[in-house]
Structure formats: structure tokens, C-alpha cells
């Protein structure tokens, strides 16, 4: 077996960049590069849900979506040296070049009636001695489409569910004879991929596709600021962070060098053993919601926070937070000279 940084590195030394597609169809056979299969699935002008607000208030994901010239810049594979949760050391997957955008893993379902509607791009690929390889979307129409896959995804796994019995009249459920295939197809090449969509069982009407989805992080601009006195230059008192969705604020403010060092404010809080309250000036609406813990604490200082039981943006919204930091420290004159509007 080879060792994990043998595998990334034939991946990476891999042939230049190939540009192999097919279209394919539930009768289609395996084509090499640059092959096209006629049984694609009929264009509609029926596509995914369009991006915007959830009806709960979040932002739908997929307005963080790339195009597929930024996912063919942005995809490349990743091994890990030791397992973490359901990734295992030493497989290959699918990641992120960049830190500004995270790899998401949905499920669609996608019907075979009249073909699937997919084109695939292969990026690297062609070893002989292994099946390696990086293959995203290209184009998609049809069944595809009205699934929601898009261009610049890339198929992780095939899930053929077949039912070779009937219902059981007495319940909802199927019988013991229906089955469930899984095929992996992460990380492997056009040849590979190919294979697998193309030998899916004639009974299996629709499939469902394990797919990765590159998406930009969300981002929220934060503006801190400290109390006059503990600023060489008082009227210089701000700093600008930048913190990514989902992100806790104390921690992330930590990391990007904000202090918190508040030697008048005796009590410390109960959960992380520091002084992390914060005032909110502005963008509440972008941080998680208080936990009745927090609200019975907060109650007399409803615009103050405790830093580390709070989430940015974790409906995946961007905006500006303005926040004051080390409460104990400001003054009755520096309270009075604050910007009323963002103190208020």
C-alpha cells in the first residue's frame, strides 16, 4: 500500500490538464476522451432553486456557489495522515485549494428516465497504473438539472436503491428484498466514473449522487473597538477583522490578535473561565441566538454578548458587526464621546 503522501503526490504529477467529456444515458457505453453519447436527457428550462433566503430566514447556500471556471481553478485532492471522524488516513478526497471557500456535500436524486443529462470534464487522470483522477460537471440539462446538480460539481458516490419485491400492505416500508447499492467515485478518473454511471441496472429508474459542491465562505466584516485608555493613540482605537460564517467569536477574535485584557471587570465568565462580554453596536441580527442561560444573564445588558457562546453568521449571512471589547476599561467621558450611533 502506498503511504498517504505518495498518493497526493501521484495525483498531483498527474498528466496536464485533459479535457475529456460525455454526455451520459442510461444505455450509454464507456467513452474515452472527447466522446459523446447522443441519449442525453432532454433540455428544460426547468433548473434548481434559484438562490436567495430561505423561507426560515437563512440564506440559501447556493448563492455561494462558483462557476465552473473557478471550481476547475479551485478542486484539488487532499489525504489525510490520520483518521477524523468519518475521514480515513490515507484516502483521497476532494478539497479546497483555497481557504476562502469549503467543499459541501449534498444528495440529489436523479431520475434515468430519458437519459441523466450529465457532461463531465475530467482534469487530471490518465495514469495506467491506477484509477486516480480529478472529474467535475461540465454541463448538465434535463433530469440533472432539475435535480439541482450544477457545473463544477463533482460526483462522490453512486446510490442505486433496487426493489426486487413489494410493498408490505401492512406498513409503509418495502420489503426485505429491496437493496441498496453504494459505488464510490471520489477521487477516481473519467474512465473510472464513466464506468460506473454507465453499468448502473436497467430497473433502477433514478439514482441518488453523492456530490461534492465547491462554496465561497461567507464572510463578516467586524470592527472592534477598544477602550481609549488602553490605545497609544485614543482617537485609534478600531481595528478591522474579517471573520468567516460560523466561526465563534471569541475564539476567531483570539486568533486574528484582538486582546482581551479587562482588569477592572472582576467577574469572569462561567463557561470559558476569561472575560469575553462584548457590546454589540451593530449587526445583532448577524450572531445566534442567546440560550436561556445567556438571556437570563444579559438581561439588564441586552446588547452585550458573551464571546464565546456566540456564532457569526450562523444563517450563512454577510454583513458588518461593530463591537466593543473590555467593558470595564471604557470611562463615563469615553461612553459620552462614543459615536452615538453606533452606541446607542
Known sequence: MRRPSTILSLLLLALSLQHCSAFVGPQSTTLGCHGLVSLSSTRTDTG???AGTTSGGAV???EFNVSLEQAAALWTVSVSETTFLERQAGIPF????SKDHYVDTIELSVSRQGGMGLELLELAGGREQDDLGIVIVEGVNGNAQQAGVIPGDSIAAITIVTNNGDADESSASLSSSESVENLACECRNFDTT???LTSLPAEAESVVLTIKRLRRWPKVQVVVEYPPIQCANPKENTEEVELFAGE????ALLNRGIVFEDSK????CDFCGGKCTIKVDLGMELLNPMSLTEEK???NNPKCRLGCKTIVAQDMQEGVLRLKVNLGEWTDKDKR???VFFSR
Request: net charge positive.
Open 48 to 50: 434548481p432553486t434559484t
Open 60 to 62: 440559501d447556500p447556493n
Open 94 to 97: 476532494m478539497d479546497s485549494k
Open 194 to 196: 464513466m464506468g460506473l
Open 248 to 251: 465563534n467569536l471569541r475564539q
Open 265 to 268: 471587570l472582576t467577574r469572569k
Open 297 to 299: 444573564l444579559m438581561k
Open 337 to 339: 464621546d462614543a459615536n
